[in-house]
């Protein structure tokens, strides 16, 4: 599955399909600097780039995220 990374906060997002206005499902990012964001696979983004997953777009068991 594709994510959206926020390279500052070290958080994966689900990408913002609902909405295309939105860069992410939770519309956390869409002040985020296109410098610090990444579309990559969720499993990536947590393997390599040691991320956690955002709670608002992830289910609680999925989460481990704010």
Known sequence: ???VLNE???TVHKKGV???YSRTKCGATNDVSHDDIRTVAVER???D???CR???CFSNSDA???
């Open 18 to 20: 609902e909405n295309p």
């Open 8 to 10: 500052r906060t070290a």
């Open 49 to 51: 780039f040691d991320a």
């Open 45 to 47: 983004a947590l393997d």
């Open 64 to 66: 481990g995220g704010y």
């Open 1 to 3: 599955m594709e994510g």
């Open 54 to 56: 955002c709670g608002r």
